[in-house]
């Protein structure tokens, strides 16, 4: 069984930071890339950032400049620094991982989501 977990959601005043972290746990071989997608409220959910290894990383344009995504391959984590926070940015955000798994001699790529945390920006 694999989970994700987030957490670092809350609220925030505008131009505030928040950080986010999910780390991926149970039984599995590795995690590819990771991810971080929201939803806010009426809306449809959508990608904010992903990094597929060091360097590797892209961004929606709405948070480009304000957000980074980085990853600790050794905790199986991925945090999303949140920086200049805006009230546009509310919304509960998703972490996304590809997970690859072994069963029998065969290998599986499965994306896994997390529960989701809140984020609000408010004043």
């Known amino acids: 069984q694999v989970q994700l977990v987030e957490s670092g959601g809350g609220s925030v005043q505008p131009g505030g930071s928040l950080r986010l972290s999910c780390a991926a746990s149970?039984?599995?071989?590795?995690?590819?890339?990771m991810g971080w997608y929201r939803q806010a409220p009426g809306k449809d959910r959508e990608l904010v950032a992903r990094?597929?290894?060091?360097?590797?990383?892209n961004y929606d344009r709405t948070v480009k400049g304000r957000f980074t995504i980085s990853g600790d391959n050794s905790k199986n984590t991925v945090y999303l620094q949140m920086n200049s926070l805006n009230p546009e940015d509310t919304a509960v955000y998703y972490c996304s991982a590809d997970i690859v798994t072994e069963r029998g001699g065969i290998y599986r790529t499965t994306l896994h989501w997390g529960r989701g945390t809140q984020v609000t920006v408010s004043s």
């Open positions: 149970g039984s599995f071989l590795r995690v590819e890339t």
């Open positions: 990094i597929a290894g060091p360097g590797d990383t």
